[in-house]
């Protein structure tokens, strides 16, 4: 989350639009009648989404809260359990009856377009990014990683790295 601020530090010509920003999860508990084989189920309508982990459900609002960066994880919202309780029941009722063992948020960066930030700035020499990757890190680092690695090394890997540059925003 704190990559825009590192770039403009190491001498970018302005401030990347690389925001941080919040999302909270929501952890069921168990023993909804609801199937285990559930998939992925995400309302983009209604701005949330679903998922089984392990014996419990996660449960987002999908929306992206602006947050001022105080630390690694930001501040959970108790309150918000309404509004996610009215996005809902309307498309899983039997959510109604659900209680939340836990919750939790995390950092999210963003960036305008939705593409994360890879390779070298031309503008600081020496310095290589792999951010903004707006909650979809887990999955693409390995890959990522390879790629900006490969471009260190002066590799070759037949991936064109330049329409994920920094250099898109400045």
């Known amino acids: ?11 970018t010509a302005g401030r990347p639009p690389m925001d941080p920003r919040r999302r909270q999860i929501w952890q069921v508990a168990p023993g909804l009648p609801i199937p ?8 983009v309508d209604r701005r949330f989404y679903i998922r089984r982990y392990r014996e419990l459900l996660l449960l987002s609002l999908m929306d992206e809260e602006p947050g001022v960066l105080t630390g690694n994880e930001p501040a959970f919202d108790w309150n918000q359990i309404y509004e996610i309780t009215d996005r809902v029941e309307g498309r899983i009722p039997a959510l109604a009856e659900a209680s939340v063992a836990r919750g939790w948020a995390g950092w999210r960066t963003l960036t305008p377009d939705d593409a994360p930030v890879l390779g070298r700035v031309e503008s600081v020499p020496g310095l290589y990014m ?8 887990l999955a693409l680092a390995p890959f990522c990683g390879e790629l900006v690695a490969a471009e260190i090394l002066g590799e070759d890997r037949g991936t064109d ?8 925003f400045l």
């Not at 285990?36 to 309302?43: A, H, Q, V």
């Not at 792999?130 to 890190?137: E, K, R, S, V």
């Not at 790295?161 to 898109?168: G, K, M, T, V, W």
Request: proline share 9%.
């Open 1 to 11: 989350p704190w990559a825009a601020d590192l770039c403009l530090a190491a001498g």
């Open 36 to 43: 285990r084989e559930i998939p992925f189920i995400m309302d």
């Open 130 to 137: 792999a951010a903004g990757f707006g909650g979809h890190g």
């Open 161 to 168: 790295l330049a329409p994920f540059r920094i250099e898109r």
